[in-house]
């Protein structure tokens, strides 16, 4: 056999492989050509899903596919991160993710479900929310340094409300700082924490906007925000910072697109651009202004990863200066 001749097999095989990139290359530069589903861990209804939905439809008129939002609720956003973390990483099921699902649930544990960093691939942009501090009307304090001394003054007898985790550390972060003993009452949202709050079962709750109405309509007071300005839906509310007040600055929470590790890098470009785009239309522009939440351009995938692994450190850093017993 001449030395400069390959056998035949080596040619086959080696023609087979070509023909397999190409397909593969092809199949990204035609992606997307079938529908996409953008999953939802959130309860159908609330504002993190009704973004979401908003989103869809604005990625979809840039994708030329429709985006389908299949809601997955349960273990507080659990079973939608790791449906996703599971699917095959071809750009097609992707995870409308954020901080309670992806970084503080697996914080909490003994044995995370998944690392966020490494089970995932960032995609687009972050949606900043804050958390308000609600208190019943009766409650005597009539803004923050009030509420503080109030609680110093009676230890183990204001019961406050958690409707996440992400409102249970705002809490717990602000009676570390503060000293403050406060019996905590748990609950599976923030509809049943508030239906109590607005009874005065419990005294005070961190909580979205979802509670926000409840707060126009008087049945609850608010007394700060953790945003880092004023929010625009009740701008007579101070932020902590301006009040001077250590505690909760990490209260808030982010939202972002996501998909399994592992995708290919021309699918990811390809719906950062479509989902950036969807986050700048006027349509999810004014749904966010309308539900209290901030768009914060992360505008590059690798702006994304990096801000995940820092909100991981940061998280898992937190429950342990908290002295949180994980599950």
């Known amino acids: 056999m001449n030395p400069t001749t390959l056998p035949r097999r080596a040619v086959i095989a080696g023609i087979g492989a070509a023909v397999l990139a190409a397909g593969g290359v092809r199949a990204q530069s035609t992606f997307p050509n079938r529908p996409l589903t953008l999953v939802s861990p959130y309860q159908a209804g609330g ?7 908003a989103i869809a439809e ?7 596919q ?4 299949e809601s997955k609720p349960g273990a507080e956003g659990l079973v939608g991160a790791s449906d996703v973390q599971k699917a095959p990483p071809d750009g097609y099921r992707v995870l409308w993710g954020g901080a309670g699902s992806m970084m ?18 960032p995609i687009a942009a972050s949606v900043d929310f ?6 019943h009307p009766s409650f005597p304090a009539k803004d923050m340094k009030e509420f503080l001394a109030y609680v110093k003054a009676h230890p183990g007898k204001v019961a406050y409300a958690t409707g996440n985790n992400q409102g249970l550390l705002t809490m717990a972060d602000l009676s570390l700082k503060h000293n403050l003993d406060m019996v905590k009452v748990q609950y599976k949202g923030e509809t049943g924490a508030a239906t109590d709050l607005l009874t005065n079962r419990v005294q005070a709750m961190w909580a979205t906007t979802s509670v926000l109405p409840f707060a ?15 929010s625009p839906l009740l701008p007579e509310v101070p932020t902590m910072k301006e009040l001077g007040i250590a505690g909760g600055e990490f209260g808030g929470g982010w939202l972002g697109i996501y998909g399994p590790a592992g995708m290919p890098k021309p699918v990811v470009e390809r719906l950062n651009k479509a989902f950036v785009a969807a986050f700048n239309s006027q ?16 505008t590059t995938p ?8 820092d909100q991981r450190d940061m998280y898992i850093k937190t429950v342990k200066d908290l002295g949180i017993e994980q599950e």
């Open 66 to 69: 429709p985006v389908i939002v």
């Open 47 to 53: 504002s993190a899903d009704a973004i979401a939905r």
């Open 104 to 121: 503080i649930v697996p914080a909490l544990r003994k044995a995370p479900p998944f690392d966020p960093v490494t089970a995932f691939t």
């Open 302 to 309: 690798d702006a994304l990863a990096r801000y995940t692994k």
């Open 130 to 135: 804050s958390f308000f501090l609600y208190v």
């Open 283 to 298: 349509d999810v522009q004014t749904k966010l202004y309308n539900a209290g939440l901030v768009y914060t351009p992360v």
């Open 216 to 230: 126009k309509e008087g049945k609850l007071r608010v007394l700060a925000t953790t945003l880092p300005k004023r």
């Open 58 to 64: 604005a990625a979809a008129k840039d994708l030329g």
